[in-house]
């Protein structure tokens, strides 16, 4: 974590960032801790994302990358698909994003993914709306509007479209970051083939809803992230009273949103390298033709 940004300023984001604030109320709180409106205005570009440094650029010459189009009832879903040259067949990952849409950094991770051996799909959930914009505000509230029914079922529709990809070996698992970790858990438990799935400090299932699962489940919490963790207790003991299949793992002084290596007030290194070392691991694992 960045030591110019307390935690309690880390905390207010995160209201606002999840449609708990509005933007003047957030700002008016902001200067109220920092010490006026000047302060705060400089405070902000700490805490948004900065798409300007990519891991794995995106003309890295081992990947192949296009646009897949896959079809559920009336709606036409899109997405970015990365792949290893060479066109053999790759156990497939689903790439969830976070409450911005499909932004660069969320491509940039569906890059990463895809090296590791993996056919790698970062569906674009604001397809119906024309797709993510650039303006990260607008896109943020575009996620606001849709409907989480529709949502889950077209980003189920992704598991056959996967598991029937002429370059797939069938197994799809999906990893989801934040409102994408959210998904992630009610993935497993949608009634699809998906074998696999990670969910980053994602909000969990309902008890009653954990009986449906039937994917293998892998579980990444940040130690001061209260909002999600709130509910890890109920969520590990339904899982374990269903004999439910899954790892969870909590990482120190991490906060929400810690793998996102273009937030600089919040992205933690040491956590964000463990926690995908033990993502590829169980996607090897669970994967596996």
């Not at 993996?118 to 896109?139: N, V």
């Not at 077209?154 to 598991?159: G, I, P, T």
């Not at 004999?243 to 040491?270: C, L, P, Q, S």
Request: hydrophobic share 40%; charged share 20%.
């Amino acid at each position: 974590m960045d030591s110019r940004i307390d935690q309690s300023v880390i905390e207010l984001y995160d209201q606002f960032a999840h449609g708990h604030l509005s933007r003047r109320r957030f700002l008016n709180r902001l200067a109220q801790m920092v010490g006026g409106s000047s302060a705060a205005l400089a405070v902000v570009p700490l805490l948004q994302n900065d798409h300007s440094t990519l891991i794995v650029p995106e003309q890295d010459d081992r990947l192949d990358i296009s646009q897949a189009q896959w079809e559920t009832g009336a709606t036409t879903m899109s997405g970015y698909l990365a792949r290893l040259k060479g066109g053999e067949r790759l156990p497939a990952v689903i790439v969830i994003h976070e409450n911005r849409g499909l932004n660069p950094h969320i491509e940039d991770v569906t890059r990463r993914i895809a090296l590791e051996g993996f056919l790698a799909l970062a569906p674009d959930a604001l397809s119906p709306s024309g797709g993510t914009p650039d303006d990260e505000s607008r896109a943020r509230e575009m996620m606001r509007e849709l409907d989480p029914t529709e949502t889950l079922g077209r980003l189920s529709a992704a598991v056959p479209f996967l598991a029937g990809h002429p370059e797939s070996t069938g197994k799809v698992g999906a990893v989801g970051f934040c409102w994408g970790g959210g998904y992630a858990n009610q993935l497993a438990a949608a009634g699809t083939s998906l074998n696999a799935s990670v969910a980053y400090y994602g909000r969990q299932l309902p008890v009653d809803e954990v009986p449906k699962i039937t994917a293998a489940l892998c579980l990444h919490y940040a130690e001061l992230d209260e909002r999600i963790n709130a509910g890890i207790a109920d969520y590990e003991a339904a899982l374990k009273a269903n004999n439910k299949t899954y790892e969870i793992y909590m990482y120190e002084g991490a906060n929400h949103a810690f793998n996102n290596d273009t937030n600089e007030a919040r992205y933690n290194k040491e956590a964000a390298d463990l926690a995908w070392s033990r993502t590829i691991a169980f996607f090897k694992k669970h994967l596996a033709a």
